[in-house]
């Protein structure tokens, strides 16, 4: 069975730092990856998603992840965040019809 | 583009009633799902279905049921409430792997 773990539950961040939200992947076949975010009352959106190809994944609103396969695990990053960036943010993979898995979710705060 | 329409929005049931959620969606989606989604646990998968007429177990499908007669709706079954089941539940529908979700039913068991 597939797992996925976020390392951070909470995170609090001043506008303008960096960000890095973990995430690691158990699963040994072929695995797609992904990012949802959740604004506040709001439905799950796809932030980016890998599914082969290129590590390194450009998805909306500036964020990237990277695909480390040796090391399973597929981290969200953002250079420089803005307030409007507060929301719930989930790594999810999936390896066939049967839905995603997902992890708990990072609470992110983005201070003023 | 509409997507995926859940109804309602807002619900409270008293203990051992039953309801039904509603999911529609107009992208021709083979795949549909549903999740709950409980403060710090993620989203759980309920069932799925690969197509009409099919349908199967998630991680906690316990007091649910779903059924799914046409490739648009897959509707939830909530036959005897439980104060365990308030939750916030999404459905979503892929094609493939991309999952696109509903806005989402916040229900209550009181």
């Known amino acids: 069975a597939q797992s996925v773990s976020q390392h951070n539950h909470h995170v609090i961040l001043s506008e303008a730092a960096s960000l890095e939200l973990g995430c690691n992947y158990s699963y040994g076949g072929t695995v797609n990856l992904f990012w949802y975010v959740q604004y506040p009352g709001q439905h799950l959106q796809l932030l980016l998603k890998?599914?082969?190809?290129?590590?390194l994944v450009k998805g909306i609103k500036g964020f990237e992840a990277e695909f480390i396969k040796s090391k399973f695990s597929f981290n969200l990053r953002k250079p420089s965040v803005q307030w409007s960036d507060t929301a719930e943010y989930f790594c999810?993979?999936?390896?066939?019809?049967?839905?995603?898995?997902f992890g708990k979710g990072t609470h992110l705060i983005i201070q003023p | 583009n509409a997507g995926v329409t859940q109804t309602p929005k807002f619900r409270i049931l008293k203990i051992g009633q039953s309801m039904t959620l509603q999911c529609t969606q107009d992208?021709?989606?083979?795949?549909m799902y549903w999740y709950r989604q409980d403060p710090g646990m993620g989203l759980k998968l309920i069932y799925y279905s690969v197509g009409a007429g099919i349908t199967d177990k998630g991680e906690v499908p316990n007091g649910y049921n779903v059924s799914r007669s046409t490739t648009e709706d897959f509707p939830l079954r909530l036959e005897l409430a439980a104060p365990s089941q308030t939750s916030v539940y999404f459905c979503?529908?892929?094609?493939?792997?991309?999952?696109?979700f509903g806005q989402g039913t916040r229900l209550t068991v009181v």
């Open positions: 890998y599914f082969s190809g290129d590590p």
């Open positions: 992208m021709n989606h083979n795949y």
């Open positions: 999810a993979s999936s390896g066939g019809a049967d839905g995603l898995t």
């Open positions: 979503a529908s892929s094609h493939s792997t991309e999952a696109f």
